[in-house]
């Protein structure tokens, strides 16, 4: 959760519409800088919450597409050299995610 802003000024150019994660970033504290930033926060609220929930489960049914992103990552660390770095530069590794990620395509549409 501490990250969450510096991944997204690092990632992203401009800010998302929607920003979908696992109930580790169930915050109150984050839901509001978000909102602050026009960000929709999706995340299910965590087991132990002790304050009244803040969303309904409308904007939850996206959250179960989530899964495709998982088995993304899945597949990528089928490849060795993707799931342990061996790389010096950040160049070269990107570069193997990105062929691990089009062996991946391949594979499935041909």
Known sequence: MKL???TLEYVCTENPQRLIGD???DSD???MEMKLKAIDIIVPHRKNRTRPPT???RSLR???KRWKVERLFAWIHNYRRCVVRYDYYNMNFEGFVLLASVMIYLKKYF
């Open 29 to 31: 504290k984050l839901r």
């Open 62 to 64: 996206r959250y179960k």
């Open 23 to 25: 109930r580790a970033y």
């Open 55 to 57: 969303q309904d489960g």
């Open 4 to 6: 969450v802003e510096e």
